[in-house]
């Protein structure tokens, strides 16, 4: 049988990110579901913390399924997943049932998330071997293009068919779109000729991963940096109006620029990484990010203050796409898939801790302070552990 071709297998794998990445136009949500349903900002936010909670849950708990059962199989049960959230979140609506939104927005297509995010991220690493950090990135950025590409439909949509039918509507050309590429979705059956320096055993179980250091420290490095990022994401709309006084037009365009830095910043980054390594790449985003918050809390300069706050996110968006290049470099690729889905719970934490820090003080420049020091922090971390996580790594002239 002919081996499929790699580049059609990242562009299956960038279609699933596509429609659960939009999941972070999520704000774009707020507004019309509380003239509808009168449901407050709070209530609303708990559901895109419980999404991408399950989404991180299921990537861990489900990470060995997923490499039983195939990408094909997963994928499906990804779009499954997340198509009846998608329609059962209309329904909610419909019916003006909280608890049953947070069941179906939060809880089930939470686990589509986890399956359509997972899976597309070890399958196409393993087509671009030679450059893994590339290849999540490219996979990974299209989450964020899934956002972009949602805050723009949902409007459009809404006009006409209100909320519960724009979930409908949404639901399933996504459901069609994540059906058509899973289908595609093959692990490689052709040898690269690629050496995996750290093949043996197809994953490791949470018992090993509790007694392995360098999993602590991966998954602190994720978290904290995940935290400050996600915090911004979660008011980036109010902060805009409220510190450097952008209208409403100019915050939702500042928004959508802050999603595209995102998507940015995630194939930039992790290219990067095969150049200069990830531990160095990441020991980037907390000089950066460490950077860019002590600005934030002294400037109200419009443009310094957008600039910084794309900044910030164009490294939480790269450190997504650069852990699995780390895993890989560390774990190997049999590895990497289970291991993924243990670091990813590091996201679904920072989903509730990040947006709860940034809204503890109305006084914001305290907040970015608090930021620029956890970001300290977790350099130390890094550097203290420096000879843990690179020593494992293969060097870039063995791998050819």
């Known amino acids: 049988m002919k081996s499929k071709n790699k580049w059609l297998m990242a562009l299956a794998g960038m279609t699933l990110q596509i429609c659960i990445g939009s999941i972070y136009a999520y704000s774009v949500w707020v507004k019309p579901i509380e003239e509808t349903n009168h449901w407050d900002y709070h209530q609303l936010k708990f559901g895109f913390s419980l999404a991408i909670c399950f989404l991180g849950l299921t990537a861990a708990f489900m990470g060995n399924f997923v490499h039983k059962v195939g990408p094909k199989k997963a994928g499906i049960i990804g779009a499954v997943f997340f198509g009846a959230g998608l329609l059962g979140a209309g329904f909610a609506s419909h019916l003006g049932s909280l608890p049953l939104f947070y069941l179906f927005y939060g809880v089930i297509s939470g686990i589509g998330l986890g399956f359509g995010y997972l899976t597309p991220v070890s399958v196409v690493v393993q087509w671009f071997p030679e450059k893994p950090g590339f290849a999540s990135g490219l996979v990974v950025m299209s989450f964020a293009i899934g956002s972009i590409i949602a805050s723009q439909l949902i409007p459009l949509l809404y006009g006409g068919n209100g909320v519960s039918g724009t979930f409908y ?14 289908l595609y979705l093959e692990n490689p059956k052709v040898s690269t000729g690629y050496v995996d320096y750290h093949a043996g055993g197809e994953h490791l179980s949470v018992s090993e991963l509790l ?39 100019a915050a939702i365009l500042f928004v959508s620029i802050i999603g595209l830095f995102n998507g940015l910043g995630r194939l930039f980054w992790s290219s990067i990484s095969d150049k200069i390594g990830r ?17 934030l809390s002294n400037t109200t300069n419009a443009f310094l203050f957008q600039a910084a706050v794309c900044v910030v996110i164009s490294c939480y968006g790269g450190a997504f796409s650069t852990i699995p290049a780390f895993l890989k470099d560390i774990y190997g ?25 940034i809204t503890l003080s109305h006084n914001y420049n305290a907040i970015f302070y608090l930021f620029a020091g956890l970001l ?14 690179v020593a494992t790594e293969v060097p870039q002239e063995a791998k050819h």
């Open 279 to 295: 531990w160095t790449t990441f020991l980037c985003f907390y000089i950066i990010g460490t950077v860019c918050f002590l600005l």
């Open 169 to 182: 509507i949404l639901a399933v050309v996504y459901f069609i779109l994540m059906i058509i590429a899973s």
């Open 211 to 249: 007694k392995d250091k360098r999993f602590y420290i991966l998954w602190l490095m994720l978290f904290f940096n995940t935290t400050c990022g996600i915090a911004l994401i979660a008011v980036a709309k109010p902060i805009a109006e409220e510190v450097i006084h952008l209208d409403d037009k």
């Open 376 to 389: 300290v922090f977790t350099a130390l971390i890094a550097t203290v552990m420096k000879k843990s996580l």
């Open 333 to 357: 690729q049999s590895k990497m898939g289970s291991v993924l889905g243990y670091i990813l719970i590091a996201w679904s934490a920072a989903a509730f801790v990040g947006p709860w820090l």
